[in-house]
């Protein structure tokens, strides 16, 4: 394998682009360069240019400041992402026929008195004009912590902090799941026809990479005493899941991936078949975020995110169970290098000790826009690289989890150590 190098890119840049000024007859300008602006704040206003396009851009307006979101731009949500178009036209429906998002304080539609939250980075050009280039919406802010206290089976939520088994006390909890992926909800909070009982489907979680999950990265669930039916390609013999009123023998979210806990000091218990969800229980210690949501009187706080603090583990003698990891922290440094150096840094919890995880790069084709992956980062190499425990093996040996950080951090001028530097990982 060829020797892997890290030319700097500031240099290269500094000999080409003169070079290409002198070919295309162009004198450098005077003009001062794009200040960089970042703005949070509450959303006072949003306007499209034009409803009828897919890719419009539009204003939205942060803090009395009014900044340009471009075409093309896709707008960040907790755990999705929307075009400006999207989300006007996935709105609450009162909303869309208004030709509102519902998320600016100004729009009729919207009840609450308080607007989203956006946090914008945006450019300040010469002529004034804020332009936005990354932009993250969020319909509140709220994060709660505390111990389920009652769970309901037959309408899909559960309540934080109440008297235990009390339906009528603490913090109504519903994850925002309008695929049905964690949850299957009716009852009290649900508008006739929203999807699983979401009140705003825009907010979603996401039901591929789960956002509510255990400390592990385990998919969490709630049983359900609603009969559904299913394909069975697990192999179970049913083809039928109903909870009974306590909860369990929902066999798609079976009670036996809540393994008892161990002896102090002794391994974890793996869940019995991590092909399926682990249900939330009562006395679960747990933090969710979101946004709170007042329907047809009641209210409760709609969880894109939620963790339960419980590191679920699987089975890793068993090759037809699959693992778990959740990335927690993810930073990497973006051009144009200022400080003369890289660096990035990757920390999740994974379902297996010691954790083993590859992390590729996705490149574009500046042709055809395919895609073509690319190694990044990867655990194993990390510890060959630097000794074991380098990268995995970050949290309590006998958890059964694994805590994992991945670090990369290479000086243009006098290189990388070995421990940091990305291609001793990958060789």
Request: proline residues 7%.
């Given at each position: 394998?060829?020797?892997?190098?890290?030319?700097?890119?500031?240099?290269?840049?500094?000999?080409?682009?003169?070079?290409?000024?002198?070919?295309?007859?162009?004198?450098?300008?005077?003009?001062?360069?794009?200040?960089?602006?970042?703005?949070?704040?509450?959303?006072?206003?949003?306007?499209?240019?034009?409803?009828?396009?897919?890719?419009?851009?539009?204003?939205?307006?942060?803090?009395?400041?009014?900044?340009?979101l471009p075409r093309n731009l896709l707008l960040d949500l907790p755990a999705n992402r929307l075009t400006l178009k999207q989300l006007f036209d996935q709105a609450p429906a009162a909303c869309v026929a208004l030709g509102e998002t519902g998320l600016?304080?100004?729009?009729?539609?919207?009840?609450?008195?308080?607007g989203g939250f956006a946090t914008l980075s945006a450019n300040q050009t010469n002529a004034g004009n804020a332009i936005a280039g990354d932009v993250l919406i969020q319909k509140g802010t709220e994060m709660l912590s505390g111990r389920v206290s009652y769970v309901s089976y037959s309408?899909?939520?559960?309540?934080?902090?109440?008297?235990a088994g009390d339906p009528a006390t603490g913090v109504m909890v519903r994850l925002n799941d309008p695929t049905g992926r964690h949850t299957v909800q009716q009852g009290l909070g649900c508008i006739d026809g929203s999807p699983n009982c979401s009140p705003d489907p825009r907010f979603t979680l996401d039901p591929d990479n789960y956002t509510n999950v255990f400390a592990?990265?385990?998919?969490?669930?709630?049983?359900?005493?609603?009969?559904?039916?299913?394909?069975?390609?697990?192999?179970?013999?049913?083809?039928?899941?109903?909870?009974?009123?306590?909860?369990?023998?929902?066999?798609?979210?079976?009670?036996?991936?809540?393994?008892?806990?161990?002896a102090p000091g002794t391994p974890v218990t793996p869940v019995a078949d991590s092909r399926r969800f682990a249900p939330v229980q009562a006395g679960d210690s747990v933090v969710v975020e979101g946004n709170f949501e007042t329907i047809n009187g009641v209210r409760f706080l709609s969880a894109h995110t939620s963790m339960i603090q419980i590191a679920l583990t699987t089975n890793a003698a068993d090759p037809a169970q699959p693992d778990y990891i959740f990335l927690d922290e993810v930073e990497i440094d973006a051009p144009g290098f200022e400080n003369q150096r890289v660096r990035s840094l990757f920390i999740g919890y994974a379902t297996q000790q010691p954790a083993d995880v590859l992390i590729w790069s996705l490149h574009r084709?500046?042709?055809?826009?395919?895609?073509?992956?690319?190694?990044?980062a990867t655990t194993v190499g990390c510890d060959i690289a630097g000794g074991v425990g380098t990268c995995t093996r970050q949290g309590l040996i006998t958890n059964g989890a694994d805590i994992f950080k991945i670090r990369h951090d290479v000086d243009f001028i006098v290189g990388a150590d070995g421990r940091l530097n990305p291609c001793a990982h990958l060789l």
């Amino acid at each position: 394998m060829k020797p892997c190098t890290i030319a700097s890119p500031r240099r290269a840049l500094a000999r080409l682009f003169p070079a290409l000024l002198m070919i295309a007859g162009i004198a450098p300008s005077a003009q001062a360069a794009p200040v960089n602006v970042p703005i949070t704040g509450e959303i006072e206003r949003i306007t499209i240019n034009d409803p009828a396009d897919h890719w419009s851009g539009g204003i939205i307006q942060v803090g009395g400041q009014r900044i340009i979101l471009p075409r093309n731009l896709l707008l960040d949500l907790p755990a999705n992402r929307l075009t400006l178009k999207q989300l006007f036209d996935q709105a609450p429906a009162a909303c869309v026929a208004l030709g509102e998002t519902g998320l600016a304080k100004g729009d009729r539609c919207n009840s609450s008195g308080a607007g989203g939250f956006a946090t914008l980075s945006a450019n300040q050009t010469n002529a004034g004009n804020a332009i936005a280039g990354d932009v993250l919406i969020q319909k509140g802010t709220e994060m709660l912590s505390g111990r389920v206290s009652y769970v309901s089976y037959s309408d899909g939520y559960y309540r934080l902090n109440g008297i235990a088994g009390d339906p009528a006390t603490g913090v109504m909890v519903r994850l925002n799941d309008p695929t049905g992926r964690h949850t299957v909800q009716q009852g009290l909070g649900c508008i006739d026809g929203s999807p699983n009982c979401s009140p705003d489907p825009r907010f979603t979680l996401d039901p591929d990479n789960y956002t509510n999950v255990f400390a592990s990265g385990y998919p969490v669930c709630i049983p359900s005493t609603v009969s559904r039916t299913f394909t069975d390609i697990l192999g179970l013999g049913v083809t039928i899941a109903q909870a009974n009123a306590d909860g369990s023998g929902d066999v798609l979210c079976p009670a036996a991936n809540r393994p008892a806990p161990g002896a102090p000091g002794t391994p974890v218990t793996p869940v019995a078949d991590s092909r399926r969800f682990a249900p939330v229980q009562a006395g679960d210690s747990v933090v969710v975020e979101g946004n709170f949501e007042t329907i047809n009187g009641v209210r409760f706080l709609s969880a894109h995110t939620s963790m339960i603090q419980i590191a679920l583990t699987t089975n890793a003698a068993d090759p037809a169970q699959p693992d778990y990891i959740f990335l927690d922290e993810v930073e990497i440094d973006a051009p144009g290098f200022e400080n003369q150096r890289v660096r990035s840094l990757f920390i999740g919890y994974a379902t297996q000790q010691p954790a083993d995880v590859l992390i590729w790069s996705l490149h574009r084709d500046p042709v055809n826009n395919g895609a073509h992956e690319f190694p990044l980062a990867t655990t194993v190499g990390c510890d060959i690289a630097g000794g074991v425990g380098t990268c995995t093996r970050q949290g309590l040996i006998t958890n059964g989890a694994d805590i994992f950080k991945i670090r990369h951090d290479v000086d243009f001028i006098v290189g990388a150590d070995g421990r940091l530097n990305p291609c001793a990982h990958l060789l």
